[in-house]
Structure formats: C-alpha cells, structure tokens
C-alpha cells in the first residue's frame, strides 16, 4: 500500500506570512494515463474537508489564488501565499493513483 | 448546486448492523465515482470504499473488506454502505463523497459502536 507522510504535522503561523506543508508518498503516483493523482484538502474545525488542490497543482473552483501546489514523482509541497485567518484548521495530501487511496496523517494550522 | 446528504448513522452494539445512504442531487451517480471515508473522533481520514460509474468496480480497505458493502441505487440517485459485523474501532464519522465536476462532500453521519 501507498504511505503518505506529511511534516511538519503541526504549523503555527503569523497572519500574512508563508506557510509550506510537505507530503511524500511512499511510491511514485503517476497512473498509467501519465497523470499524478496527488490532491490537497483542508478541513476547518467541525466542517467536512473540502479539497483545495488536484493533480498535484490544479486549483479547483472558489479557491484563493494564494494556494497553490507542486511537486512530482514522490515529492509534493502546498504552500499558501500569505495566510489569512480563515485558513486554520488541517490540511491533508491523498493519493488517489492506487487502490487504497491514501490521506496523509494531516497538518494543523493555527495561528501564532 | 452539486451536493450529497448523509443519513442512516447512529448507536449500534458490536456484531451489529447499519444501513448508511447518501442522496446526491444536482449530478447523477451514475456517472462518476462515488466513495465512503471516516473519520475517527479526534483521528484523520481514512478510505473506506469507493465505487466506480455503473458500479461493475468495488474497492474496499482492507479492515472493512468482508463486512461492508457499497452499493448504488440509480432511480434514487443514491449510495450506500451496508455495514456489518460492526467492531468498536468502526466508530466514526462517515462522509459520501461524489467525484463529478469537483469533489463533493456531504457533512458525514455519525456511527457509533459501543455496548
């Protein structure tokens, strides 16, 4: 099975600055059709995730452009330009290139 | 609007049963794949199963795999999850989660196995 490791698993960061959350799996995640199922989510305190970043650097519909994705073959990084206080709460990576699909153990965002 | 809602959670003794059903509206089922993942209090999320368009592809983690059944009802445009022989570490909430234009999650059902 494909492990996902993600550091640091906690971030505490001051309003404005970067943040960078780093997830490596444990195989490489481009499928057959030479696309890498890597994706991003973010779940708030007591709300249902919702996913941010697809295919590694995709951004999906209504997310801020200061998040953004990159990465590629074990190696994936989701940086956030500037944090805002909304974006407390846990991110996770999941692979979704291999049965089973995996989430990261997640890292928890707050605020210094 | 895309969404999916969750019902059927609830208190059930270990080696017991639950039906989970997911009502998707705004997109058909049929057409994309559709999966279940937990979420044990205070834990991360976990895969459960996943579905594919047409249900003829079913994939189950390993520990549930034998006792947890997806399944779909396209005239209802609905997942569910039967569950059974439920364990005490089955204990979680249950998100649905329909993968057509995005990825949409419902707000999760609670199962809770304990005596």
């Known amino acids: 099975d494909v492990v996902m490791t993600q550091s640091p698993l906690s971030l505490p960061v001051t309003l404005g600055q970067p943040a960078s959350i780093s997830c490596r799996s444990s195989q490489g995640l481009v499928n057959s059709a030479g696309n890498t199922l890597l994706d991003w989510f973010h779940q708030r305190p007591g709300q249902s995730p919702r996913r941010l970043i697809y295919e590694v650097s995709k951004r999906d519909s209504g997310v801020p452009d200061r998040f953004s994705g990159s990465g590629s073959g074990t190696d994936f990084t989701l940086k956030i330009n500037g944090v805002e206080a909304e974006d407390v709460g846990v991110y996770y990576c999941m692979q979704r290139t291999r049965w089973p699909h995996a989430f990261g153990q997640g890292t928890k965002l707050e605020i210094k | 609007e895309e969404q999916v809602v969750e019902s059927g959670g609830g208190l059930v003794q270990p080696g017991g049963s639950l039906r989970l059903s997911c009502a998707a509206s705004g997109f058909t089922i049929h057409n994309f794949w559709m999966s279940w993942v937990r979420q044990a209090p205070g834990e991360g999320l976990e895969w459960v199963a996943h579905?594919?368009?047409?249900?003829?592809?079913?994939y189950y983690v390993d520990s549930v795999r034998g006792r947890f059944t997806i399944s779909g009802d396209n005239a209802k445009n609905s997942l569910y999850l039967e569950m059974n022989s439920l364990r005490a570490e089955d204990t979680a909430m249950y998100y649905c989660?329909?993968?057509?234009?995005?990825?949409?999650w419902g707000q999760g059902t609670l199962v809770t196995v304990s005596s």
């Open positions: 579905i594919n368009p047409g249900g003829s592809e079913k």
């Open positions: 989660i329909g993968w057509s234009s995005g990825s949409i």
